[in-house]
């Protein structure tokens, strides 16, 4: 139950990231390009409007985005991989290359993340929850904020921490899953989410064919 919650909880943060981004980005272009247009009222309206931190937004979104996306492709097994080399190799070579390369994930990731725990730490985390937690910060520096919207930049880089935690647990359960099934995650390009695989096959046979060219090439 608790990992599905996990699974939902990062499906729907990585939409609702994206989604928000795209529509800021939108509404940013548009407001850009309606000011300029000399439609008495409307013009000073959208001249009233500030948008100057629409740009800072999205980019914080998308970066936040990225991180959490990695941990999902992760899970399901998206993340592109060069294995033309393992699966010449025998079985057994096969399966320690594959746990070697798990095992590389999860070391990197673990190193990332508490690399990034003690920057943010050291950038305002550290006075930060000192100060909210009513105890003395000591030398602590505040930290400093983003140049358009003022927040705390260590929030924003807290993503860093965070998503590379959550990319390093996925390792661990992508090689737990493989420790005991032998199968990875696999992506199938094929499927479509909300059909059955029914309904993927229905999809796939009332595809027209393409037709082939005289030399045999499709």
Not at 58 to 75: D, H
Not at 122 to 130: D, E, K, P, R, T
Not at 146 to 163: A, C, F
Request: proline fraction near 6%; glycine fraction near 10%; include cysteine.
């Amino acid at each position: 139950m608790l990992m599905k919650l996990l699974d939902h909880l990062e499906e729907w943060l990585i939409t609702l990231l994206m989604g928000g981004a795209t529509l800021i980005i939108f509404l940013s272009v548009v407001h850009r390009y309606g000011t300029g247009l000399a439609i008495p009222y409307v013009q000073d309206y959208l001249l009233s409007l500030h948008f100057e931190w629409a740009q800072e937004l999205a980019i914080i979104m998308f970066v936040w985005m990225a991180k959490f996306g990695a941990a999902y492709g992760v899970r399901m097994g998206v993340h592109v991989g060069v294995d033309v080399l393992v699966r010449r190799l025998p079985d057994a070579w096969r399966r320690r290359a594959t746990l070697v390369a798990l095992a590389c994930g999860m070391l990197f990731t673990g190193i990332i993340g508490s690399l990034g725990l003690r920057f943010i730490w050291g950038n305002g985390m550290h006075y930060a929850l000192f100060t909210l937690l009513g105890m003395d910060p000591g030398d602590a520096p505040q930290g400093p904020t983003t140049p358009d919207l003022e927040w705390p930049t260590w929030v924003i880089y807290s993503v860093v921490p965070m998503g590379s935690y959550l990319m390093c647990f996925r390792f661990i359960q992508v090689t737990i899953t493989y420790l005991r099934t032998g199968d990875m995650p696999h992506h199938n390009e094929a499927h479509v989410d909300g059909l059955d695989d029914d309904d993927d096959d229905l999809f796939a046979a009332a595809a027209p064919a393409t037709p082939a060219t005289p030399g045999g090439v499709r």
